[in-house]
């Protein structure tokens, strides 16, 4: 999917976005980054038709899409957009039929739906909570459902506000990991986050929004782009910072990823040995 | 959270049909309601505590919390039994048939209660809402009960955490404070029930809401075998009651 | 105040649930034409009843220093209406019977009556007739959720004196009984909940 | 302050906490740790007198806190908590009559209320939202006038729960000025936090509650012990593997402190050579 030169403008206010462009390929991990303010969620709207562009145009697989129903019903079925807080996603008293929700209102047959509840509860890795009320979930659990009911639409573009927000360390594993299994099996997954050190560990491709709009390109080139961190008002990922490092004291090579987490980097290099070219680290401090 | 709402949702009887449960349960009540308090209420009573506490599983403690607040009600009530006014004796005197009747009320209250709880405890609101369609409620009258029922916890928990930083900046300690507190915790329970609501909306459009709320109703059988067991087990209280009544007393 | 359940003899009992059926229905039916006509009123019907069920879940001190429950359907009325109110009254006394044990299933039509029925369109009535008198808002505001809150406690004594009349001086006697007791509690908590009232509605007008 | 030994269970739930103990020294920053459910909330109430200790008790400059409305009284004039969400802490129409909140409840004259909420805005620096609505507020906004509440009541402890969780990285650094302000002024400042770089940037001290209890001690210590970040399922601070690598090349002494943040890391070292061990690192790799 792609979106075209498009702009936005809220009721009486100034232009949110003007002339942004961004195209999804398949398969491919998104980051989107950008200050609160910066049109960020204007933009995760944009995409999953919450809102129609004022000017530019929305394009699924090279068609426009129309905002009539069957437009929209295309466009959702192909489309999910999972918000920051789950609770504005969870309506029904239990976990199963408040992820039943989206299938059941595509006017599947009972038996399709039920299949459909099982596989997303499954790609959630929440089917033990199938019958848990929703109330009575811890905020992980909750964020879970809410991508559960998303994904029970079977998307093929899969796009998540700030979905590690509010989760512990251990949480937002889980996340990614259940978030690198719906990638595996193909669903293009967006996520808009703060979080710098997590876009460039987990992404393939970064989207960062500026002032003067949107660049896109790999995570790993744009977060090092220093210009365009300070435009964005970003910090700078300590991956980026780190690798420059390694590669000035010949520890990486040029065309080599850098560690993605600190416990990598604790544990440097992988394996002992990459191409011969990077010497174990000298242990000259005995501290810690 | 509501400690019925908690203990229904891991009950033991989950799985089972909310109309075996709702036979059971309201059919307690139902026959202690119309059968002489004395026996029947008592017979009622012991059998509904005797499922309530053998198959049911129900908690004794959190039974007893949920009990003492019909039971309270129940109490401030019969009291007025126990006086007649502008009678014969004076204004207000005491009424010589007034501690049995006292007594009967609280017996037929106290087992009516119990019936209801054993529904209650057994049968989650996820459960019974979806359901009511079948039994001829307008959809859109349950869609909002679903609804009401989301935003309530929402609301309850907001409240609570709300309640906690008044405390915290001393919103309890004087008369003008805690009404200031009360006032504004209202006013905004009232903002968060509509700002919910219309996140939800922003929320669900993309599942394709349209106003209706469809979901799954979860699958269970009926049990021929309980409900044959239902109708059994009324049957021999009113049987055991009418018995008891002519013969025995 | 709610009837606990069990307390009505049978006949009573089906005799009230069969004069609230009506009130119920006709708001069942509004609230259905409702959705029909604003899909998205079921999210706002869902977030009224919530808030109505908070409401009376608050614990608000009574003048006399204990601590009590408001009624909630005057601030509800009055935001909502009476048709509508009926049937959120309705779902938030099955919700209290199922989830809190307050009330009760074979008393939900006495309860409905009073606090989902004469509650709120008494409370209105005092409410619309005094603004079209020209009184000030929350002057109205008051005496709309006190006189929701009073009556709906007048017609639960009613309903208990009914159900058991005094030996000695029947029904009026035991109106008296019941009357005395409760008022002892419901007058201070009548003027609590018009005070509470007003202090929302103001905080809601300025925000 | 000092909580001794104390202990805590849920009505009909296993003890959360038991046999935990924590010194909080004056003007002295503290971030805790923990994951989800390890007692953190249940901590930050006991600290600020929402929940009594089931066992053990709590301290105010050596006295125990007593329950009754006196003690009570005493505590929240000593100890304020912000919870995450300041939406739990904003119920009045305007910023400023939220504020104004606690020091009325104080019973303060109308002088020094005004006092006191023109010297907390200032602190939050957001005396130019004085008049707005709450719920107009961005998040950001929302937060800092949450916790000019609990500033406005002059506390001595000031515990804020994830204060930084939902802001965007420019709305961290804010957060983290004014928090660093108000530990300048003298109050000591508590913070719970998942983000385990942010705690080692910002704490002097760490508290990291584990299943086996609470461990404290200096920031940079604790959250370089690996068995603990481990049974606290936390990750490894980016900080302490970067000074661990900056040590076994020599580009950091033994008892120097490591670059706090990537940016710092990336113009490492500061300001060109500290006390002549620091070599500037050599430039063998040409990329980026």
């Known amino acids: ?288 | 959270m509501l400690p019925i709402d908690v203990a229904a949702h891991s009950s033991r009887w989950r799985r089972r049909h909310p109309c075996e449960k709702a036979a059971l349960g309201l059919g307690l009540t139902v026959t202690a309601v119309c059968l002489p308090p004395w026996p029947g209420a008592v017979l009622v009573g012991a059998a509904t505590l005797a499922v309530l506490l053998g198959p049911a599983g129900v908690a004794p403690r959190r039974l007893w919390r949920a009990f003492r607040i019909p039971l309270g009600f129940c109490v401030t009530g019969a009291v007025p039994l126990l006086f007649a006014v502008g009678g014969p004796d004076g204004p207000v005197a005491f009424a010589p048939d007034g501690p049995p009747e006292a007594v009967r009320l609280l017996l037929r209250t106290s087992a009516a209660s119990l019936g209801v709880l054993l529904f209650a405890f057994t049968t989650p609101m996820s459960d019974l809402l979806p359901r009511l369609v079948k039994a001829g409620v307008p959809p859109a009258v349950v869609d909002v009960a679903l609804v009401m029922y989301r935003i309530s916890f929402l609301l309850l928990d907001a409240i609570g955490n709300i309640r906690q930083a008044q405390a915290a900046r001393l919103g309890h300690t004087t008369r003008a404070a805690a009404w200031r507190s009360l006032a504004g915790l209202g006013a905004t329970a009232f903002v968060r029930a509509f700002d919910r609501a219309s996140r939800l909306q922003t929320g669900l459009a993309g599942r394709g809401y349209d106003g209706t709320l469809r979901v799954l109703v979860p699958r269970a059988p009926v049990s021929r075998t309980f409900l044959g067991g239902v109708a059994a087990l009324l049957t021999g209280i009113v049987v055991l009651t009418l018995v008891l009544e002519r013969f025995a007393l | 105040m709610h009837i606990a359940e069990g307390y009505l003899p049978p006949l009573h009992a089906a005799a009230w649930g069969v004069a609230s059926a009506p009130f119920v229905v006709h708001g069942a039916r509004a609230l259905t034409r409702e959705v029909r006509a604003n899909p998205d009123s079921t999210l706002l019907l869902g977030a009224s009843g919530a808030f109505t069920f908070v409401l009376s879940a608050l614990k608000i001190p009574s003048v006399t220093g204990s601590c009590s429950h408001p009624t909630g359907t005057g601030l509800g009325a009055i935001l909502f209406r009476p048709p509508v109110m009926a049937v959120l009254g309705t779902i938030t006394l099955l919700f209290q019977a199922l989830l809190l044990a307050h009330g009760g299933l074979t008393t939900l039509g006495a309860n409905v009556f009073s606090m989902a029925v004469v509650g709120p369109w008494a409370g209105y009535g005092v409410y619309r007739l005094l603004r079209r008198f020209d009184v000030p808002l929350m002057v109205a505001v008051f005496f709309g959720a006190f006189t929701a809150d009073l009556s709906t406690y007048c017609v639960t004594s009613v309903q208990l004196a009914l159900a058991f009349p005094d030996p000695g001086s029947g029904v009026p006697g035991a109106l008296a009984k019941f009357g005395g007791i409760f008022a002892v509690t419901q007058l201070p908590l009548a003027v609590s909940e018009g005070l509470l009232t007003v202090l929302v509605m103001r905080l809601l007008s300025r925000s």
């Open chain 1, 1 to 288: 999917m792609e979106l075209v030169d498009a702009g936005y403008a809220y009721e009486d206010g100034p232009a949110v976005l003007s002339g942004v462009g961004l195209g999804l390929a398949e398969g491919r991990s998104t980051a989107l980054l950008g200050r609160n303010g910066s049109g960020k969620t204007t933009l995760l709207r944009l995409l999953s038709g919450g809102l129609r562009p004022a000017t530019g145009r929305l394009r699924l697989c090279g068609e426009p899409v129309t905002y009539d129903r069957a437009g929209l019903t295309r466009l959702r079925t192909t489309v999910q957009l999972v918000l920051q807080d789950p609770d504005d996603q969870l309506f029904a008293a239990s976990v199963e039929q408040d992820v039943s929700f989206g299938p059941m209102n595509l006017g599947l047959d009972e038996d399709e739906v039920r299949a459909r509840v099982d596989e997303s509860l499954a790609a959630m890795d929440i089917v033990a909570l199938r019958d848990r009320p929703t109330h009575l979930l811890s905020y992980g659990q909750r964020k879970r459902a809410a991508i559960a009911g998303a994904v029970a639409m079977r998307p093929r573009v899969l796009i998540l506000d700030e979905p590690t927000a509010g989760l512990d360390p251990h949480g937002q594993e889980r996340l990614l990991e259940v978030l690198g299994g719906l990638g595996a099996a193909g669903t293009t997954v967006v996520m808009a986050t703060h979080d710098v050190d997590l876009a460039l560990r987990w992404a393939d491709d970064a989207a960062v929004l500026t002032p003067d709009g949107l660049r896109t390109g790999p995570a790993r080139e744009l977060l090092a782009d220093r210009a365009l961190l300070d435009a964005a008002r970003l910090r700078m990922p300590w991956g980026t910072a780190v690798a420059e490092l390694l590669r000035a004291h010949g520890l990486l090579g040029g065309g080599q990823e850098g560690p993605r987490t600190a416990e990598e980097l604790a544990g440097w290099p992988p394996g002992g040995g990459v191409a011969g070219r990077v010497p174990a680290p000298p242990r000259t401090s005995s501290r810690g």
